[in-house]
């Protein structure tokens, strides 16, 4: 069902630096545990350049750069957000909504939420919130069907952040250029999700030629499509390593599939699978997991 939006956002009014109040709990946010903002830069194209910071428990500071659109056709309110490279925007599936359905006059507060009802943050220029505020902020989200009862509160300390981050992006090119250990995991990793999303792009588009190429059966190449796309975005969305773990098991399915059929299809399988699991071999010890296997996969 779709979500009640304002009329219209004045996005010089709404650019420059929000503190998030409350969200319901997100993937995108397990390490955050203080001091979460978000700030707007609109640029000429009409587009919005968005950095989300936080501190996390380990004191550290986590920061990830994106990008907003319009959605065409809709209010200003309605946007979609991307925090993937750039070079995989043409994938409908890396734009995120981001909605607003509750704003101040004086763009003080703002809710914003996802048609699914899975996501919902409320934002403020202060740290702090007005109680009169937040119920009517929270009373907005309810009556559009959100679930306030799960709402986290978020604490804000007195740490500066804004000039200390960590970015969060998975590689850059000067990163790979000082060669460290963890830029060479990053590094790795990008370059298996961009192969896992650009087989599944290339066999949900054309799952006939993928099959003659790979010498597979053609009545699999979608299903198989599906989940190399899946993969891949579990490994854009996520530093554990299970979705590494999961493109390797499904590279020795495909092998073992292959083997008889095109033995240089099965040998490349292999090869991936050793790939995935040496960057597993690689990687820091990965942070204690929240969700299942086989949801990340």
Same mark, same amino acid.
């Given at each position: 069902m779709d979500l009640r939006v304002v009329p219209t956002v004045d996005y010089e009014r709404y650019a420059g630096k929000w503190y998030e109040i409350a969200r319901l709990p997100n993937r995108f946010e397990q390490r955050c545990a203080t001091d979460v903002t978000a700030t707007y830069v609109p640029r000429t194209d009409g587009r919005i350049v968005v950095i989300n910071r936080c501190l996390r428990a380990d004191g550290r500071i986590q920061e990830a750069n994106g990008i907003a659109r319009r959605v065409d056709g809709q209010p200003t309110s309605v946007l979609q957000v991307r925090f993937a490279p750039a070079l995989l925007s043409f994938l409908p599936f890396v734009w995120?909504?981001?909605q607003v359905i509750d704003l101040g006059p004086d763009y003080d507060y703002a809710v914003v939420g996802a048609p699914s009802r899975a996501y919902l943050w409320i934002l403020a220029r $202060?740290?702090? *919130?007005?109680?009169?505020l937040y119920a009517h902020a929270t009373d907005a989200a309810r009556t559009q069907g959100f679930d306030v009862s799960k709402l986290v509160t978020t604490a804000h300390t007195s740490f500066d952040i804004s000039n200390r981050a960590e970015p969060a992006a998975l590689v850059s090119p000067a990163r790979i250029l000082r060669g460290s250990p963890a830029d060479a995991v990053a590094a790795s990793r990008f370059l298996i999700a961009l192969?896992? *999303?650009a087989i599944g792009a290339w066999g949900l588009a054309a799952?006939? $030629?993928l099959a003659r190429f790979m010498g597979d059966d053609e009545a699999l190449a979608r299903p198989l499509a599906a989940r190399d796309a899946a993969i891949g975005i579990a490994l854009l969305g996520s530093r554990s390593t299970v979705p590494l773990f999961c493109r390797a098991a499904a590279d020795v399915s495909d092998a073992l599939r292959l083997r008889r059929r095109s033995p240089s299809s099965a040998a490349a399988a292999l090869f991936s699978a050793g790939w995935s699991l040496a960057t597993v071999a690689f990687s820091r010890p990965a942070p204690r997991m929240?969700?299942?296997?086989?949801?990340?996969?």
């Open positions: 995120g909504d981001y $202060q740290p702090v *919130l007005r109680p009169d192969g896992s *999303l799952p006939r $030629q929240s969700v299942s296997m086989t949801r990340d996969c």
